[in-house]
T-cell receptor
Framework: DGGITQSPKYLFRKEGQNVTLSCEQN?????MYWYRQDPGQGLRLIYY???????QKGDIAEGYSVSREKKESFPLTVTSAQKNPTAFYLC????????????FGPGTRLTVT | LAKTTQPISMDSYEGQEVNITCSHN???????ITWYQQFPSQGPRFIIQ???TKVTNEVASLFIPADRKSSTLSLPRVSLSDTAVYYC?????????????FGGGTRLMVKP
């Protein structure tokens, strides 16, 4: 089955630690995205990638980093510089960045204490 | 950057038609309008996308007036399982930068 997967579903970390969230897609999509969602709020774009080895900052990139070494994978690292990392993180992909629906993964709920 | 505005919440009853409107006054010429549905603790799911006039699929219709400054998602004969948050998304990301804006979402509650 084609789709987009995120792991793990739940993640717990201590403050001051970096943590990497996984996102994989087998849809052969060029574009991939990371969003953050806080309780009761909408989605905010963290980073996006239009093609392999290229990515751009979204609206709230501070404290996050990404890589896009393979078309299928777009991992997100939440660094210790992110002041409020506890949130629901969603990864998505689309055929192209400027067109087409986004397919979302199931999300990773990160809790930092 | 197209900013979107949606009602925060709406209530409806089973079997009724529900219309959710999204305002996007600064929509750009090349922007498409896309609607997503999200259940708690899940990723959003695509419902429908359009550019102008009317688009219909098996689950919804999307009405876009000529000036494209707003759009209305129409859900015919809603059921309890349609209780969710509905997001309007305008624009896209491209070489000119990030022009992707999710609205705050409309929380639809369908009652029996």
């Amino acid at each position: 089955d084609g789709g987009i997967t995120q792991s793990p579903k739940y993640l717990f970390r201590k403050e001051g630690q970096n943590v990497t969230l996984s996102c994989e897609q087998n849809l052969n999509h060029d574009a991939m995205y990371w969003y953050r969602q806080d309780p009761g709020q909408g989605l905010r774009l963290i980073y996006y990638s239009q093609i392999v080895n290229d990515f751009q900052k979204g609206d709230i990139a501070e404290g996050y980093s990404v890589s896009r070494e393979k078309k299928e994978s777009f991992p997100l690292t939440v660094t210790s510089a992110q002041k409020n990392p506890t949130a629901f993180y969603l990864c998505a992909s689309s055929i192209r960045a400027d067109f087409g629906e986004q397919y979302f993964g199931p999300g990773t709920r990160l809790t930092v204490t | 950057l197209a900013k979107t505005t949606q009602p925060i919440s709406m209530d409806s009853y089973e079997g009724q038609e529900v219309n959710i409107t999204c305002s996007h006054n600064n929509i750009a010429t090349n922007d498409y309008i896309t609607w997503y549905q999200q259940f708690p603790s899940q990723g959003p799911r695509f419902i429908i996308q359009g550019y102008k006039t009317k688009v219909t699929n098996e689950v919804a219709s999307l009405f876009i007036p000529a000036d494209r400054k707003s759009s209305t998602l129409s859900l015919p004969r809603v059921s309890l399982s349609d209780t969710a948050v509905y997001y309007c998304l305008v624009g896209a990301v491209n070489n000119a930068g990030n022009m992707l804006t999710f609205g705050g979402g409309t929380r639809l509650m369908v009652k029996p």
